[in-house]
Each structure stands twice: as C-alpha cells, then as structure tokens.
C-alpha cells in the first residue's frame, strides 16, 4: 500500500511546523495554536492507521482524539486570557 | 473508480494540511497562525474522512466517518473562537 505509506509521509511533515510552534513559539497562544496541528495531524494518522489494518476501532480512536482535542485547545485558550487579564488587573 | 477518487481526496486533504503547516509556521502574528491553524485543518480533516469513507466503502467506516465529521464541525468552531480570544490577548504572557 504505497499510497497508504505517502500519507503517513506527508502528515509527519505536517506535524513538524506543529512541534515547532508547540516548542519554540513566543507566546502561549502559539503553543496552543501548535498543538492544536498536532491533534489534527494524530486525527488524520489514526485514520491513515484504521485504512491500514481494516479496522474500525482506529476511527473510534479519532473521534476520541477531536474531542479531547477540543476540550484541551478550549481549557488552555481560556487559561491564556484568565491569567493575561489577572496579570492586568 | 471510486478508489481513484478516494485516493485523489485524501491526497487533496494531505496538501490542505500541509498548506495549514506552512501558515502556522511562515506566518507573522499569532492571531493570523490561528487562522491557517484552524480553517484550514478543519477543511483537510473532513476531506480525508470523505476519501476514506470513499476507500472503504462500508456503512460501520460511514456512520464512524458521519459521526467524527459531525464532531469536528460542532467543536472546531467553539475552540478556533477561543483560541483567537487568546490570540488576540493584549499582553499574553510568556
């Protein structure tokens, strides 16, 4: 499955810009902002992973992943403005 | 022939998302990356749950695919929302 193993290829160079903001970026929002690719990029490879074994249980694993995505991406995005606006306060 | 479409759209969602990784690392500011962050992987993500639910073609991969499309657009709003809030944060902490 050549075209399978592309995919998995192309989203790993995804996720390199993603680890870069993740590490290095210079403010917190931009650390959010690069996990945010990276739960993206692990959605897409959970999928490429339930095309490669045949099994549905990697799709239950993705649906999985969105919602804890959404949930992390929601706590740190309201963690950043608490502290911006107590820090202003 | 829906094989090769299949193919074709997850490919199409794979250069989405590499275009998304280019914006979040190229671009200037934190509120334009999350623009490039969260548009453009929500349209990548949904169109690799088309490809792969046109590869397998099979109604428990559909109603999964269904189930995770319906998630991604209910959720990815709400937490882009957040995030530039956050990005837009005067005096965002290091």
């Known amino acids: 499955m050549t075209p399978t193993l592309l995919f998995v290829v192309l989203a790993g ?3 390199v810009p ?16 690069g996990l945010d690719l990276l739960f993206a ?11 490669l074994s045949q099994r549905t249980v990697f799709l239950d694993v993705a649906i999985g992943l969105a919602v804890v995505g ?8 309201r963690l950043i403005q608490v502290r911006a606006g107590g820090e202003s306060k | 022939m829906s094989d090769i479409l299949g193919w074709l759209i997850c490919g199409l969602a794979l250069v989405i998302l590499l275009i998304a990784a280019l914006g979040v690392y190229r671009l200037p500011d934190a509120l334009s990356r999350q623009h490039a962050a969260t548009k453009a992987a929500t349209l990548s993500l ?3 749950a088309l490809g792969i639910g046109l590869l397998a073609w ?4 559909t109603w999964r695919l ?6 991604l657009f209910g959720v990815l709003p ?6 530039g809030q956050a990005a837009a944060t005067p005096g965002d902490p290091e």
């Open chain 2, 78 to 83: 709400l937490a882009s929302h957040a995030l």
């Open chain 1, 41 to 51: 990029v692990a959605i897409i490879l959970s999928m490429t992973a339930a095309l």
């Open chain 2, 46 to 48: 949904s169109l690799f």
């Open chain 1, 18 to 33: 993603g680890l870069h903001r993740l590490l290095v970026g210079p403010t917190l929002a931009d650390r959010v902002i």
């Open chain 1, 13 to 15: 160079l995804a996720a």
């Open chain 2, 66 to 71: 269904i189930l995770l499309v319906a998630i």
């Open chain 2, 58 to 61: 099979d109604a428990a991969w």
């Open chain 1, 70 to 77: 959404f949930v992390a991406t929601l706590a740190w995005a």
